[in-house]
């Protein structure tokens, strides 16, 4: 596990090849055969958990882990329709406009450092994202 030094700290990070390998593990089990919709819901759960853990720390607040599970889940669903409209706004680089929801999706519940982490962005992409 690695220390955190992105101006915040919710304990130790877990570490590039634990992210990597528990990432491959519910990948699997993902798009493994006869996976029910709660099963789904769970593995989602655990995957947002996971890139918390590894992008911000494990000591990361559950009520917040919480609220951007729920975030996260709210967006999932529009995600066919944004992913359409970006091509439509952005042809050339339709990614923009997907990555600018989700930075001002989540932008309400994490600070600037907090989201750039997460994303693994600069301070100034989330700035300009948030436009």
């Given at each position: 596990m690695e220390n955190s030094s992105d101006g915040f700290n919710y304990g130790p990070k877990i570490s590039q090849t634990e992210y990597e390998s528990r990432s491959s593990?519910?990948?699997?089990?993902?798009f493994s055969e006869g996976i029910t919709k709660e099963q789904e819901e769970n593995l989602r759960q655990e995957q947002i958990n996971l890139l918390i853990d590894y992008r911000l720390g494990v000591g990361f607040p559950e009520h917040r882990r919480l609220r951007i599970l729920a975030a996260h889940k709210k967006l999932s669903r529009r995600l066919l329709?944004?992913?359409?409209g970006s091509f439509v706004v952005n042809p050339i680089r339709p990614s923009d406009a997907l990555a600018r929801s989700q930075v001002r999706n989540f932008s309400k519940l994490l600070n600037d450092a907090e989201l750039a982490a997460l994303f693994d962005l600069t301070i100034e992409d989330v700035v300009r994202l948030k436009k």
């Open positions: 593990e519910l990948a699997k089990l993902e329709w944004r992913l359409l």
